[in-house]
């Protein structure tokens, strides 16, 4: 009797599809200035002016004192429509 390649003690090895996708990309939240201005090609003082000034409302809101919150996909939205 052949003893089959998947055996029980052995791990299953991950797909290649789900090994590549890395599990900040699977979120759409982005948390913090630093991480939203890189999405949008910005620093972070850039970021809090923009916000202060009305550009990121409906797309960035404040979760905490200084903490911003932001939507990968209406940020990448925001980006491509300029």
């Known amino acids: 009797m052949k003893s089959s390649d998947q055996s ?4 299953s ?3 290649p599809s789900e090994a590549a996708v890395d599990p900040a990309e699977q979120s ?3 948390w913090g ?4 201005g890189v ?3 910005r620093t972070a003082n850039q970021v809090y002016h923009l916000y202060r000034s009305g ?3 409906g797309v960035v809101r404040k979760a905490g004192h ?4 932001g939507s990968r996909r209406k ?8």
């Not at 029980?8 to 791990?11: D, M, Q, R």
């Not at 200035?33 to 939203?36: C, L």
């Open 66 to 69: 200084r903490t911003f919150l």
């Open 75 to 82: 940020l990448r939205e925001l980006v491509t429509a300029e």
């Open 8 to 11: 029980p003690n052995k791990p």
């Open 55 to 57: 550009a990121l409302r």
């Open 33 to 36: 200035a630093e991480a939203i």
């Open 39 to 41: 999405e949008i090609g």
């Open 13 to 15: 090895e991950a797909k």
């Open 28 to 30: 759409d939240h982005v």
